[in-house]
Structure formats: C-alpha cells, structure tokens
Nanobody, 128 residues
Framework: QVQLVESGGGTAQAGGSLRLSCAVS????????MGWFRQAPGKEREGVAV???????SYVDSVKGRFTISKETGSNNLNLQMDSLEPEDTGMYYC??????????????????????WGQGTQVTVSS
C-alpha cells in the first residue's frame, strides 16, 4: 500500500523559510514523477514543483528561484525548501507520486491531473 505523509508545515512571516518533507512508503515504480502541489482556500489545486526519477526538476513560475525540490538519497522521500516566502504561498501543501510511462504520466510536470497517489496535506501560512 502506497502512503505519503507530509510534515513541516506551519506559520512563517513574509520573507521567511519553511521546509516541507514527505515520507513515501510502498511506492516501487523505478520510473516516476513526484511533486508538491498546493491549494489555497476557494482556489483550484495547483502545481508547485516536481522531480522525475532521473533527476529533472520543474517549477511553476511563481516559485522559481525561491523553492527547491529534492529527494533524499537512497529513498523516495521528498523535500521542499521554501525561501523568501510570500503571503500568496499560503495554502494546504500536498505531495504526490505517479509512475512515468505506460499506465502513468507521459511527462513529469507540475500539473496535478494524472497523479494517483496523494498525501493528506500540511498547512502553510505566510503572514505579511
């Protein structure tokens, strides 16, 4: 059974930093895409950053240069370092995973559609 559990959310002031982590278990596809997504109240869920099993990363424009996605060596555990936070970054942050290739995603990109495995989310609040 695949499980994704996020941690590290909280409250930060604008300009501050937070680091999110996602513990992944039971996910065995060697070719995969994993990523972070967020949803603000009253808005659609949107992509933040993704990382493919071969190492390529992709970010939405609004977080480029401020957020860094990474995977822990030897595991599928996922991290998101968030610096220079802005109030617009407030929302529930989710990690997700999906196979790349046949039966899964064609491309690894920060688009929530097509991801089949999701965590429960962790709240991030940025105050001005």
């Amino acid at each position: 059974q695949v499980q994704l559990v996020e941690s590290g959310g909280g409250t930060a002031q604008a300009g501050g930093s937070l680091r999110l982590s996602c513990a992944v278990s039971g996910f065995t596809d060697s070719s995969h895409c994993m990523g972070w997504f967020r949803q603000a109240p009253g808005k659609e869920r949107e992509g933040v950053a993704v990382i493919a099993s071969y190492g390529t990363t992709s970010y939405v424009d609004s977080v480029k240069g401020r957020f860094t996605i990474s995977k822990e060596t030897g595991s599928n555990n996922l991290n998101l370092q968030m610096d220079s936070l802005e109030p617009e970054d407030t929302g529930m942050y989710y990690c997700a995973a999906e196979r790349l290739g046949k039966g899964g995603l064609l491309l690894c990109r920060p688009d929530p559609s097509g991801f089949g495995y999701w965590g429960q989310g962790t709240q991030v609040t940025v105050s001005s």
